[in-house]
T-cell receptor, first 113, second 112 residues
Framework: GAVVSQHPSRVICKSGTSVKIECRSL??????MFWYRQFPKQSLMLMAT?????????EQGVEKDKFLINHASLTLSTLTVTSAHPEDSSFYIC?????????FGPGTRLLVL | TQLLEQSPQFLSIQEGENLTVYCNSS?????LQWYRQEPGEGPVLLVT?????EVKKLKRLTFQFGDARKDSSLHITAAQPGDTGLYLC????????????FGKGTHLIIQP
């Protein structure tokens, strides 16, 4: 299957700082990538759709000024959590859509102290 | 808003038993995917079902897509401890910019 990578795999930061997470499609081009968040023992919740060359679209209840998404190329999307707070601690997962099926990255564990 | 109801949420059975996980919705999906996720890792695709009534088999796992493309099931035969994990169903609306709608997941534990 298609390969999607994420970096970093885990990050610990202080409250109030910003954290950038990268999502790369390694063996295909993706005009669309997706960002999900997963809290412990829960399922994945779609946060936003990242569109190459245009603005991301956010799901209801997700603050676009807090979760900045940049899809600068066909193989890279970044999610920046700005002014992170402890409640932002979660598992962030990206996915890309080569054809009809989404392939997921390995996830980024964010812990905000 | 499309919703997927997945059941059961938790299941613990003995090795060798059979089990079925259900995924139901009032909405029609273009396709439905089943994923398995290990702790601290991203979901790994098991199967995609596209056609109503479709049945796909993956060794001891049998996946079925409902005729109306609103529901799906995952059946595991003779479960093994290695099957332990979080199983997620996810529906895709069909648009190129559509994210997946996930069920709440089924935490499966197979006891030796």
């Amino acid at each position: 299957g298609a390969v999607v990578s994420q970096h970093p795999s885990r990050v610990i930061c202080k409250s109030g700082t910003s954290v950038k997470i990268e999502c790369r499609s390694l063996d295909f081009q993706a005009t669309t990538m997706f960002w999900y968040r997963q809290f412990p023992k829960q399922s994945l919740m779609l946060m936003a759709t990242s569109n190459e060359g245009s603005k991301a679209t956010y799901e209801q209840g997700v603050e676009k000024d807090k979760f900045l998404i940049n899809h600068a190329s066909l193989t890279l999307s970044t999610l920046t959590v700005t002014s992170a707070h402890p409640e932002d601690s979660s598992f962030y997962i990206c996915s890309a859509l080569p054809v009809e099926t989404q392939y997921f990255g390995p996830g980024t564990r964010l812990l905000v102290l | 808003t499309q919703l997927l109801e997945q059941s059961p949420q938790f299941l613990s059975i003995q090795e060798g038993e059979n089990l079925t996980v259900y995924c139901n919705s009032s909405s029609v999906f273009s396709s439905l995917q089943w994923y398995r996720q290990e702790p601290g890792e991203g979901p790994v695709l098991l199967v995609t079902v596209v056609t109503g009534g479709e049945v796909k088999k993956l060794k001891r796992l049998t996946f079925q897509f409902g005729d109306a493309r609103k529901d799906s099931s995952l059946h595991i035969t003779a479960a093994q401890p290695g099957d332990t994990g979080l199983y997620l169903c996810a529906g895709w609306g069909g648009g190129g910019a559509d994210g997946l709608t996930f069920g709440k997941g089924t935490h499966l534990i197979i006891q030796p």
